[in-house]
């Protein structure tokens, strides 16, 4: 019994050093993109920073948390901040291999925040709730989070 | 537009973890009661899945340890549908494993077994979707079965 207690620990060390190594990574991703001149990721969108904030939904047709979570989730981000406030680009990682890599992306969803001015201001691996969407809107421009928030 | 309906995350996490341990637990005890733990932990993920009351953690969650104080009560929206598909697949893998077991085959039982407990240690700790990942990767691959796509992407209102 001992030695498969051992085992489990390593094993629990090992999955603990994956998820640090893997966060440590998602953490690099964010300041490069932070830091990196943002024009040459608008082109590969094909779009340009219009002032508004904006969020680009990375997705997939196999991603059933898209349909049933992510969408609602930034629709209602819209629907509290103000419809024409938020400008949001909902990709097909799928179909899109410039923009996965350009954008580094890993799963779906995976939500890009924008400041208005263009830059990445928060990056999501996976599902992100709507209040954590605004706070990131908030956080990274002089957008107004409406009450409750 | 109505809010976004809301999920108790205090008690699926718990549910998770304990369903880990469960597992971890009949993995460092071994024999009989291997299998033994690996079946009730199958049977709760699958049963509960279904029917409410054999959801056993969350009820204790419910009924105990939120109202004593013990865990704070922390709701938020988050996915449903997937978490609910990967918990009865992960509730048959299990059981499969159960019986892996019972008939002599050890490796192949704890390689399924272990597999379902990362997934679900991955999603309980940094709620990472193991299975969302793989589908990712492989349909970037071109490698996903047509069988496991779903219809084109819906749009979001007023996106650009």
């Known amino acids: ?149 | 537009m109505t809010d976004l309906p809301t999920y108790d995350i205090t008690a699926r996490k718990a549910h998770q973890w304990a369903m880990v341990a469960l597992v971890a637990s009949a993995f460092a005890i071994g024999g009989t009661a291997a299998a033994v733990l690996l079946a009730i932990a199958g049977t709760v993920m699958l049963l509960g899945r279904f029917w409410w009351p054999a959801d056993i953690v969350r009820q204790l969650v419910w009924r105990v340890i939120e109202p004593a104080g013990i865990l704070p009560r922390h709701e938020a929206h988050e996915d449903r549908e997937t978490r609910r598909l990967a918990r009865a697949l992960g509730g048959a893998i299990w059981l499969s494993s159960a019986g892996l077991l019972v008939v002599n085959l050890p490796f192949v039982g704890w390689a399924f077994a272990f597999a379902i407990g990362i997934m679900v240690a991955l999603d309980a700790s940094v709620d990472f979707c193991t299975l969302c990942f793989v589908c990712v990767q492989l349909e970037h691959r071109g490698l996903l079965p047509g069988l496991l796509r779903h219809a084109p992407g819906r749009r979001i209102a007023g996106e650009a």
């Open chain 1, 1 to 149: 019994m001992l030695e498969r207690l051992l085992l489990l620990f390593a094993f629990a060390m090992l999955m603990t050093a994956g998820i640090l190594a893997v966060r440590t990574r998602a953490v690099r991703v964010v300041s490069r993109l932070r830091s990196a001149p943002t024009s040459p990721l608008w082109e590969v969108l094909g779009e340009r920073a219009d002032g508004r904030p904006a969020i680009i939904l990375f997705s997939t047709s196999s991603c059933a948390v898209c349909k049933s979570a992510q969408i609602p989730a930034i629709e209602m981000v819209r629907h509290k901040l103000g419809e024409s406030s938020v400008r949001v680009f909902n990709v097909d990682a799928a179909t899109r291999p410039d923009l996965v890599k350009a954008f580094r992306i890993m799963t779906a969803p995976t939500t890009v925040v924008f400041t208005g001015d263009g830059r990445v201001t928060a990056y999501n691996h996976g599902f992100a709730s709507a209040e954590r969407i605004i706070q990131q809107l908030a956080t990274g421009s002089v957008l107004a989070v409406p009450r409750g928030h």
